[in-house]
Nanobody, 125 residues
Framework: QVQLVESGGGLVQAGGSLRLSCTAS????????MAWFRQAPGKEREFVSG????????EYADSVTGRFTISGDSAKNTVFLQMNSLKPVDTAVYYCAGGPTASVVVSNARYYNSWGQGTQVTVSS
């Protein structure tokens, strides 16, 4: 497992941008598949985006494709989620997750065994 700490959430108007960061400690980030999930009040946790470092494959939920970008900085042991053109429906707590390395991106939350504490993103209309 790896310890994960998210940051970068906040309040933004619709159409605005935020960049979330997830910094790992204890293990090298590239040793894990990484993903971002989110959970809105009264809803289940859902996959947002993920990355497989083996083949540098990235995947996105249909709802964020073209607006969100996942990336990483190995020197900082940090993975980012750049969120542009934010909408009120993007309001949720966003979680960073790490799981066993794989050649594909896994969108099932049960695959991931390390989770950050979550960071709140609120998009006002």
């Amino acid at each position: 497992q790896v310890q994960l700490v998210e940051s970068g959430g906040g309040l933004v108007q619709a159409g605005g941008s935020l960049r979330l960061s997830c910094t790992a400690s204890g293990r090298t980030l590239s040793s894990f598949n990484m993903a971002w999930f989110r959970q809105a009040p009264g809803k289940e946790r859902e996959f947002v985006s993920g990355i497989s470092w083996l083949n540098y494959i990235t995947e996105y939920a249909d709802s964020v494709t073209g607006r969100f970008t996942i990336s990483g900085d190995s020197a900082k042991n940090t993975v980012f989620l750049q969120m542009n053109s934010l909408k009120p429906v993007d309001t949720a707590v966003y979680y960073c997750a790490g799981g066993p390395t794989a050649s594909v991106v896994v969108s099932n939350a049960r695959y991931y065994n390390s989770w950050g504490q979550g960071t709140q993103v609120t998009v006002s209309s």
